[in-house]
């Protein structure tokens, strides 16, 4: 009896609406805060020290003498460079050729879905492997790329050996990897046209080209738009696929700034001035992001 | 008549044109993939033979050294451990947060963008403080450098803003109504949440675990920093084969096989649910 008293307190206890949202929110509150929020607190505070690794005692509060430092290092702007090449090339790339399959694939035809299915396969392979197994393919003396490209007459490429190249592969390897990406959304975003401004369309007699500049883009604006502030920011974020095929080379060529930050965080152990740049490529990415945000806000 | 038949031809070649660039996608995406898997079979010197060998006596002897010369199968051991249990607490503590957004709006709209921006959190960012901070945690027995313990915490930072994002979506999506009806039969709240929201969104759910489960088993960034030797996932694992005397084509090969393959079969069963993990879920299939 006394048992079952006490049970009802707690179950009326729970049932109170307050107290359940609370009580909810709390966990991943507390872990946020403890495992995001702080740590982020903690790189900002950073950022501001003369803080490296191997003398942690030394490390003086420098104030903003890191970010000046990181606009005046001729790596980090070529860094940038690089990565807003590689934004620019992969997601241009990615975009031309996903949204392109996803329009020939929007009509179902026999095996449409199979076809459908293996063009996703190459966005659930870790990235890491995928950068590793196409430094294979690419080897300029016995890699698979270049025995295609003699097979049909061509001479062979350098690919990741070359300093004018390296940079072109990895866009490359990217696109292999996120075009399905950009697949899969814009085939969702063709599957839920409506189907009412076509039919009108055909009454005034529109060709397929009118119809597609004058109604698919436009109406799918927010889906376009979506895949690309999502492949944008990811790419600008690009560290994996690069790491483990070229390694930010030959010499700099591919230098990205993510691979440039780890590089100052754990090969020279500056992590204050590593927190630096990290905080700089968290600021670009947030002035993006709001950008782009205000962009679609005001168009849907 | 004429121009019939002129409207015909070029629905024709329209058509022949499509199958000639499906024809080259599915080529460009399944060669190197068929390529490496042929290349693990290979004995290792033809693996470097020009031009490539294509017909071969199929050989185990990749796999059975990668296995040998390295713990594989405990590294194999590790991202299971951690991938399962960091989607598994995610999707806990993530679903908790979501019902409060979703049914009482906690946080309103600045919460939703927080945790947005968290998802676009370069990892570069998030994993340097965490590093230094768990270098300084030292409990006794309990580290959270080089242990999977540490590792599952960090990738909650990712997991769990995703999966809120993700779960209050999916939640917003079932009318409040039903459980309502079900209060005012004399349940309680828990028993409503349980019997009624949770099984009619168990396909969102499952959805979201999925994500957390693929992002974690291919994530590399974070496993790099934070974990060493013995407690290394696969993704850091394939890295080690990248050594001083170059790269071990053959038993590099074989393992990303070893990585590659479960969540490649894995995601053939749900690759339905991966758009609104991608997105998370501003679009939806």
Not at chain 1, 170 to 191: C, E, H, N
Not at chain 2, 124 to 144: D, E, M, Q, R, T
Request: hydrophobic fraction near 55%; proline fraction near 5%.
């Amino acid at each position: 009896m006394e048992g079952l008293k006490k049970f009802n307190i707690w179950t009326s206890i729970l049932d109170s609406k307050k107290v359940i949202k609370y009580l909810f929110i709390a966990p991943s509150a507390i872990i946020l805060i403890a495992l995001s929020i702080y740590p982020f607190l903690f790189l900002v505070y950073n950022s501001l020290r003369d803080f490296v690794l191997t003398k942690p005692k030394q490390a003086a509060f420098i104030g903003i003498q890191n970010y000046i430092a990181v606009f005046k290092d001729p790596i980090f702007t070529h860094s940038l460079l690089v990565t807003a090449l590689f934004v620019l090339g992969a997601v241009t790339l990615e975009f031309l050729i996903g949204f392109g399959l996803a329009i020939i694939l929007n009509k179902p035809f026999r095996g449409s879905s199979l076809i459908r299915a293996i063009l996703l396969i190459p966005m659930m392979l870790t990235p890491v492997v995928v950068g590793l197994q196409w430094k294979f393919l690419l080897n300029s003396s016995f890699g698979l790329v270049n025995y295609f490209i003699r097979l049909l007459g061509g001479k062979g490429l350098e690919w990741i050996g070359s300093y004018n190249q390296a940079l072109f592969s990895a866009i490359l390897v990217d696109a292999w990897q996120w075009t399905p990406f950009i697949l899969l959304l814009m085939a969702a975003g063709l599957r839920s046209l409506p189907t009412e401004p076509y039919e009108a369309s055909a009454i005034d007699g529109a060709s397929a080209l009118q119809n597609f500049f004058y109604l698919t883009l436009p109406i799918l604006k927010p889906v376009i738009l979506l895949a690309l502030f999502f492949r944008a920011i990811d790419a600008f974020k690009v560290f994996d696929i690069i790491y483990s095929m070229t390694g930010g080379g030959p010499s700099d060529a591919t230098m990205t700034v993510t691979l440039y930050d780890f590089r100052i965080d754990f090969e020279f152990f500056k992590i204050g001035y590593g927190a630096a740049i990290a905080i700089t490529e968290v600021i670009i990415i947030s002035l993006f992001l709001t950008g782009i945000s205000r962009i679609t806000r005001s168009r849907i | 008549m004429k121009m019939r038949w002129g409207r015909k031809s070029k629905n024709a070649s329209i058509n022949v044109l499509k199958i000639v660039i499906l024809s080259i996608a599915i080529f460009i995406t399944l060669m190197p993939i068929v390529w490496i898997i042929l290349t693990t079979f290979k004995p290792e010197p033809m693996t470097f033979v020009y031009p490539p060998v294509w017909k071969f006596k199929p050989i185990l002897d990749n796999y059975i050294s990668a296995f040998k010369t390295r713990p594989l199968l405990k590294y194999f051991t590790n991202s299971v451990i951690v991938t399962l249990s960091t989607t598994a607490i995610s999707i806990v503590v993530g679903s908790m947060a979501a019902y409060s957004m979703s049914r009482f709006g906690t946080g309103g709209k600045r919460l939703g963008f927080t945790l947005l921006s968290l998802r676009f959190m370069p990892a570069i960012a998030v994993v340097i403080p965490l590093f230094l901070v768990f270098s300084k945690v030292n409990l006794g027995s309990l580290h959270l450098i080089n242990s999977r313990l540490g590792l599952i915490l960090a990738y909650l930072t990712f997991n769990i803003p995703v999966s809120i994002l993700l779960l209050k979506g999916f939640f917003d999506e079932i009318p409040q109504e039903l459980e309502e009806a079900a209060l005012v039969d004399g349940s309680s709240h828990m028993g409503a949440i349980f019997r009624i929201l949770l099984p009619l969104s168990l396909p969102g759910i499952v959805a979201t675990a999925v994500f957390c489960i693929i992002f974690s088993w291919n994530e590399f960034l974070f496993a790099l920093i934070l974990t060493r030797a013995e407690t290394a996932t696969l993704p850091v694992a394939i890295m080690g084969f990248v050594t001083d005397r170059g790269l071990l084509w053959g038993e590099m090969t074989a393992a990303s096989v070893v990585i590659v393959l479960p969540v490649l079969i894995f995601s053939i069963f749900v690759q339905r649910y991966l758009i609104s993990g991608l997105t998370l879920g501003a679009l939806k299939e």
